[in-house]
């Protein structure tokens, strides 16, 4: 059973950055695909970006590209967000999530994640 891990959230003010990691355990990290999807007060919850098991290949919402960036530590199971030029509307709950890597790429629906984290909490102040 593969868990995740969410850290790194916070109250920031705009403009700021933050990086967000979530811990992997239970599973082959290397194998798996890795997604970050957040949840705004009253609002789905929707995609912000992936990396890809295979080739570190990286997608993003377009709302986020250019301003965050997703790697991975494989030797430390851990991926990460970094979010620079953050925006009030940036607010979330940020979640992690994984699933086995099969395709060269990765993807964008829920549905298609495995395992999740808990979420943390990233608020932006004006």
């Known amino acids: 059973q593969v868990q995740l891990v969410e850290s790194g959230g916070g109250l920031v003010q705009a403009g700021d950055s933050l990086r967000l990691s979530c811990a992997a355990s239970?599973?082959?990290?290397?194998?798996?695909?890795m997604g970050w999807f957040r949840q705004a007060p009253g609002k789905e919850r929707g995609f912000v970006g992936s990396i890809s098991w295979y080739d570190d290949r990286t997608d993003y919402v377009d709302s986020v590209k250019g301003r965050f960036t997703i790697s991975r530590d494989n030797a430390k199971n851990t991926v990460y967000l970094q979010m620079n030029g953050l925006k009030p509307e940036d607010t979330a709950v940020y979640y992690c999530a994984g699933r086995y890597g099969i395709w060269r790429s990765t993807s964008r629906r829920e549905s298609d994640y495995a395992y999740w984290g808990q979420g943390t909490q990233v608020t932006v102040s004006s």
């Open positions: 239970g599973g082959t990290f290397s194998r798996y695909d």
